[in-house]
T-cell receptor, first 115, second 114 residues
Framework: DAGVIQSPRHEVTEMGQEVTLRCKPISGHNSLFWYRQTMMRGLELLIYFNNNVPIDDSGMPEDRFSAKMPNASFSTLKIQPSEPRDSAVYFC?????????????FGPGTRLTVL | AQSVTQPDIHITVSEGASLELRCNYSYGATPYLFWYVQSPGQGLQLLLKYFSGDTLVQGIKGFEAEFKRSQSSFNLRKPSVHWSDAAEYFCAVGATDAGNMLTFGGGTRLMVKP
């Protein structure tokens, strides 16, 4: 079975540019998570969807970040405009349901570098 | 709100030696506890998880973890480490009132000496 798919795997952009990260969750999974990983802050939850609806976006850093899930098989995380401090690895994860303890399955991540 | 502390940022062990990675959590009720492993350049992979019942949990790759409520701990162990175990290990806690959102610890990077 295909796992969580993220694209691109690597992105290098210049400050001020728009960046779009993409995620395809595991088929049949109803919950989707976006995380950001940096050396300084570790692994942070940005936003969490259940049945395509954003449930908790309290981790989204600021208005420059937005996330959408137009259908059960696709989600995007957009940064506009990007800044050097946004450089990080962004992970998408999905789980079968939204119940406590449901296992989250992680994608390989997108390494974003903002120059 | 729940929190997780992994006191050891780096650990180095010799191949064949035993391993214990520490994890302490803070949560008012019975937590859901997880250990994930991240190999370089990869996403996180679940090693094991605890919900309830037997406090000693077996996972993949020969790992086990023990939930100790009195110590608010969920330490990960392996009796004999292999070079391929070199990776970063994350402990995470989930709460019954938070859907399946997880709070992750800062991670412990394991290095294995030949």
């Amino acid at each position: 079975d295909a796992g969580v798919i993220q694209s691109p795997r690597h992105e290098v952009t210049e400050m001020g540019q728009e960046v779009t990260l993409r995620c395809k969750p595991i088929s049949g999974h109803n919950s989707l998570f976006w995380y950001r990983q940096t050396m300084m802050r570790g692994l942070e939850l940005l936003i969490y969807f259940n049945n395509n609806v954003p449930i908790d976006d309290s981790g989204m850093p600021e208005d420059r970040f937005s996330a959408k899930m137009p259908n059960a098989s696709f989600s995007t995380l957009k940064i506009q405009p990007s800044e050097p401090r946004d450089s990080a690895v962004y992970f998408c994860a999905s789980s079968l349901g939204g119940a406590p303890g449901d296992t989250q399955y992680f994608g390989p991540g997108t390494r974003l570098t903002v120059l | 709100a729940q929190s997780v502390t992994q006191p050891d940022i780096h650990i180095t062990v010799s191949e064949g030696a035993s391993l214990e990675l520490r994890c302490n959590y803070s949560y008012g009720a019975t937590p859901y506890l997880f250990w994930y492993v991240q190999s370089p350049g990869q996403g996180l992979q679940l090693l094991l998880k605890y919900f309830s019942g037997d406090t000693l949990v077996q996972g993949i790759k020969g790992f086990e973890a023990e939930f100790k409520r009195s110590q608010s701990s969920f330490n990960l162990r392996k009796p004999s480490v292999h070079w391929s175990d070199a990776a970063e290990y994350f402990c995470a806690v989930g709460a019954t009132d938070a859907g399946n959102m997880l709070t992750f610890g800062g991670g412990t990077r394991l290095m294995v000496k030949p």
